[in-house]
């Protein structure tokens, strides 16, 4: 009885942890010309300054206990963002997912 307990205590977590987790959000909002490295990382820092600035009218307990969730993220988002970097990488050096168009009129170009 313990054991399935246990199984559905980890599948809560990790699902609590995968919808809030700033690097999949981030990955899932930028444009293909805004992608960036570590947006976990950038995102979660812009949300924390995002609380605290004058635009939020949240109870301040609010924006205490999102401010905690935020930094307790920070450090999966590090790990997240360094383990898919080189996937970041070869989406922002590659002509298809940044922005650039190839040349599709027909004429091959020597180098």
Known sequence: MK???GKWAVAVLIGFLMSGCSSIRARTETSNNGWTVYPGIRQDVKDIGGLFSSKSS???WIKGVMATIYTLDLP???VFDTVVMPYDLYRMH???YSGQARESSGQ???Q
């Open 108 to 110: 091959t170009s020597t």
């Open 94 to 96: 590659t002509p298809k």
């Open 3 to 5: 054991l399935v307990i």
């Open 76 to 78: 999966f988002s590090a």
């Open 58 to 60: 949240d109870p301040d």
